[in-house]
């Protein structure tokens, strides 16, 4: 049995040296059909919001198998803490799991526990959808599970930052995602909501330099395409370029916008 390149060399090319250049969507209707629509698309992977989109393990599994027949990889963001559901999703098939609120190096260490298997973490056997998914034996999918999906922690905080170091050199931990909403509240003390600031850009190139120094990769939340874009100037290997439903609205009120000024004769 052979791996299928098209998915599992994703986690090769994010940690490729240089800068990864990668694009993805981020769904949090839980909905695989819209899954399946978006994986038609020129994304380089799909995220599963499970954080603050509906999805629940079932679904999840489902829209796995959604990104798996178009041939792109599925991460997943789970919810605060629930660092279990990182090995059923991994079982499930995903490509890489993204963990919220990873504060400090015990909660890095905790993480890598349930997403990777001895001798860097302790995650359980029982991986059957990824097996039929990935087209690996038991064995080999054993034997190269730690370097084909990926554990990502997300620093969002004060604390985050000041453990930045600490975390990034967590054997176990790939790399990081930087949630620039949660990231510029926690900068104001709760004052503002501010992701696409100068104040935002200087943390993240510090953290750019960070993972570069650890040979560690970079993932960001864009909140619209040209956010993302300046974000993958900014040094990200990869960025999501807003979320589903930013999107789907955007789309509707550009398509309504276009049907009244071609009615009005503009």
Known sequence: MTQRPAIESFADRIRADGHAGLVSAWIGIPEPMVVHHLA????????????????????ASN???????????????????????????????????????????????????????PPLGERSWGPTLALNHMELSADEYLRTANRLTLTIAMVETRAALDAIDGILGVEGIDGVFVGPSDLSIALSNGARLAPDTDEIDKELAHIVARCRAHKKFTCAFGSNGKRAGELLKLGCDLVVASADTTQMRAGAASAIAAARTFADGR
């Open 63 to 117: 829209a796995v198998t959604q990104c798996r027949s178009a041939g792109k990889p599925a991460l997943a963001r789970i919810p605060v803490g629930d660092f279990a559901s990182a090995s059923r999703l991994l079982d499930a098939g995903c490509t890489g799991i993204i963990a919220p609120m990873v504060n400090s190096v015990a909660d890095a260490k905790a993480l890598v526990r349930f997403a990777k298997y």
């Open 40 to 59: 038609q698309e020129d994304f380089d992977s799909v995220v599963l919001d499970m954080q603050h989109g509906m999805w629940d393990m079932a679904s």
